[in-house]
């Protein structure tokens, strides 16, 4: 039962905060405010059980949550989340990218935890009505959105192991600078060997909660070892290259051609990969989407052949990989730097999500 539609929120019903950050305040908040720090005043919220489906769809002050303690996510992770980013274009309205894609995949997940699936434009409408809430919330600098992070929780409380019989479905938004100050900067890549972050069959395609825990560990490494992120080999042979902790990866090579490693089912289907696939396609780039090796990767990036790397996801877009260090030691790609195409990449997606470019895919999703 979804409340009455009107004519601003949609399904939504705006209970709205009565303890919103005054706008000096904000204004000192959205300064530099980083990634993942700074919150705004008001949150979605969607609830689910069997007999009522979904209902109660909210946009209500953002609050602490209380929950029994023996709720089921609690103790066995049944959570999936989605991150999306609203931006202030530069005819001064606001746009979301792609999030009907979100909300397909957030509904793949769903399937794969045992969650039922939200409807599409339920997804849509709770990032819409949120961001409508709070676009004043978005940062005016170059770089500047409002990161939109949707997520469903298993909130039944019993433990029992079984897939819950409620579940919570949420939208926060925090307010980010520019990833990295100053430009893209090229980054360390440590090569994992102890841990591997998704096996054939397990949960490495869905966005979920698990995933993450899994791999601080081998983030942990990669830092001890002096490098910025870790990049993970497959679970079964440990030697082709899948995807960072939560960025995809792009090979570049003499010929001008890309690679990105195939969505085999222990790989994230990035939407950030996905546009640059199809952006690269589009610009005469020839794209291939296969398996590439570790060993392979070092021999190419000592002869030659391997010209540049990145890394992408809507966080930081792009990422160059300036070196990767492993059990045999460092090789550098390229001169290390950020490379043609990586920058290429970088500035044709930025400028459509944006509004510095034209659109000819739809993929800006303007909220009124
Ligand atoms: C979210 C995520 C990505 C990037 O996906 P985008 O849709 O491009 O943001 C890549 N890998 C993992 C493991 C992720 O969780």
Not at 209 to 228: F, H, K, V
Not at 245 to 257: A, C, E, K, Q, T
Not at 283 to 311: H, I, K
Request: charged share 20%; aromatic share 8%; glycine share 10%.
């Amino acid at each position: 039962m979804l409340a009455a539609r009107t004519a601003d929120h949609g399904s939504f019903r705006l209970e709205p905060s009565t303890t919103c950050v005054d706008a000096n305040e904000r204004a000192a908040r959205l300064v530099d405010p980083g990634f993942g720090r700074v919150f705004t005043d008001h949150m979605a919220v969607v609830r689910y059980n069997e007999a009522d489906g979904w209902h109660d769809a909210t946009i209500t002050a953002r609050a602490p949550l209380s929950i029994d303690p023996s709720t089921a996510v609690l103790h066995y992770a049944q959570e999936i989340f989605e991150g999306l980013k609203a931006y202030r274009l530069a005819d001064g309205s606001t746009a979301l990218f792609r999030p009907a894609a979100n909300a397909q995949r957030f509904r793949s997940s769903a399937r794969r935890l045992a969650m039922p699936e939200l409807p599409d434009d339920l997804f849509v409408q709770s990032v819409e009505q949120l961001v409508r809430t709070e676009r004043q919330w978005i940062p005016e600098g170059e770089g500047g959105a409002l990161y939109l992070r949707p997520f469903m929780i298993a909130s039944e409380a019993f433990l029992g192991v079984k897939p819950s019989a409620e579940y919570l479905y949420m939208v926060i938004a925090s307010s980010v600078g520019a990833y990295w100050k100053g430009g893209a900067r090229p980054v360390s890549i440590w090569v994992s060997r102890n841990f591997t972050r998704a096996a054939p069959g397990g949960t490495g395609a869905a966005k979920c909660g698990g995933n993450y825990a899994a791999s601080l560990l081998a983030q942990s490494e990669a830092i001890r070892q002096g490098c910025d992120q870790v990049v993970f080999l497959d679970a079964v042979e440990r030697r082709w290259v899948e995807e960072l902790g939560g960025m995809n990866v792009f090979f570049v090579f003499d010929d001008g051609s890309l690679s990105t490693p195939p969505l085999t089912g222990t790989i994230l289907p990035g939407i950030t990969r996905d546009s640059i696939l199809q952006l690269a396609r589009d610009q005469g780039v020839t794209v291939r989407e296969e398996p590439y090796a570790l060993d392979q990767w070092r021999a190419d990036a000592e002869s030659g052949r391997l010209t540049e790397a990145f890394a992408c996801g809507t966080a930081a877009v792009v990422t160059p990989i300036g070196s990767v260090v492993g059990a045999d030691g460092r090789f550098t790609i390229g001169s290390g730097g950020t490379g043609q195409l990586t920058q290429r990449m970088l500035d044709s997606l930025t400028a459509i999500q944006r509004g510095h470019s034209p659109d000819p895919y739809g993929w800006r999703h303007a909220v009124d």
